[in-house]
């Protein structure tokens, strides 16, 4: 299996949290993840970063469970493969995660930001020459 796809999950035994962390354990090849709006929490996030071998894309709009801390150990570990990223209304996320995005994700082309209120538009700024794709 490569694409997987939890979004709004949140009730028992199918939730975000349990499932992803399942499925990081039952499926390392999935490459195309969409988590929005569940309730994952940061530590999820680290075990499903460290369990997954090459995430491509993932969705993560919504999740206001993750703390920037987690969100980095994703960019550290699959920053480099990462082609499309949406994190919109992941509402703890600073400018410190943009900046981030820059340096970490050098093959992104798709990125999606909205409702992110946090961002400043100097720290959006400064990222963009980082994006060439």
Not at 58 to 63: D, F, W
């Amino acid at each position: 299996m490569q694409v997987l796809n939890l979004s709004r999950c949140s009730n028992g035994s199918l939730s975000g949290d349990n499932f992803a962390l399942q499925a990081s354990i039952r499926c390392p090849n999935v490459i195309e993840l969409d988590l929005s709006w569940t309730l994952l929490s940061n530590q999820t996030l680290k075990l499903i970063v460290d369990s997954f071998r090459r995430i491509e894309s993932i969705n993560l709009s919504g999740c206001s469970m993750i703390q920037e801390e987690g969100f980095n150990c994703l960019l550290m570990r699959h920053g480099q493969t990462l082609t499309n990223l949406d994190i919109s209304s992941c509402i703890h996320f600073t400018s410190n995660c943009i900046i981030n995005i820059g340096v970490y994700c050098t093959s992104l082309e798709r990125l999606n930001i909205s409702y992110c209120h946090r961002m400043s538009n100097e720290a959006i700024m400064e990222s963009a020459p980082h994006f060439q794709k």
